[in-house]
Nanobody, 125 residues
Framework: VQLVESGGGLVQAGGSLRLSCVAS????????MGWFRQAPGKEREFVAA????????SYADSVKGRFTIARDYSKNTVYLQMNSLKPEDTAVYYC???????????????????WGQGTQVTVSS
């Protein structure tokens, strides 16, 4: 599975961005899709995840109510809509695919086998 993210950029606090992740290749191998982020000097952390089919999405407490993960089956694309952005949301955001069907989708980055190259999100205060 190949994953390509886009949509990052520079935005002021309170603004919005929508990240996209297009999957190609053996997309049938992806049971769940997740978004993770990594800020300089920090560990990679879970943001949101959803199964390709069924189950409710999962969100990190820090983004709950502000971020929304969504799927478009026809485009093999997963989105991360980010609203009310804060400076602490600044990070490189990664899309990832987990081949193992888990309920609920995993929040652990080591359980995701496929990763995109990342897209930078910078929120200015």
């Amino acid at each position: 599975v190949q994953l390509v993210e886009s949509g990052g950029g520079l935005v002021q606090a309170g603004g919005s961005l929508r990240l996209s992740c297009v999957a190609s290749g053996r997309t049938g191998s992806a049971s769940a899709m997740g978004w993770f982020r990594q800020a300089p000097g920090k560990e990679r952390e879970f943001v949101a995840a959803t199964a390709w089919y069924g189950t409710s999405p999962s969100y990190a407490d820090s983004v709950k109510g502000r971020f929304t993960i969504a799927r478009d089956y026809s485009k093999n694309t997963v989105y991360l809509q980010m609203n009310s952005l804060k400076p602490e949301d600044t990070a490189v955001y990664y899309c990832a695919a987990d081949p193992v069907p888990r309920v609920p989708p995993s929040t652990r980055h080591h359980e995701y086998d496929y990763w995109g190259q990342g897209t930078q999100v910078t929120v200015s205060s």
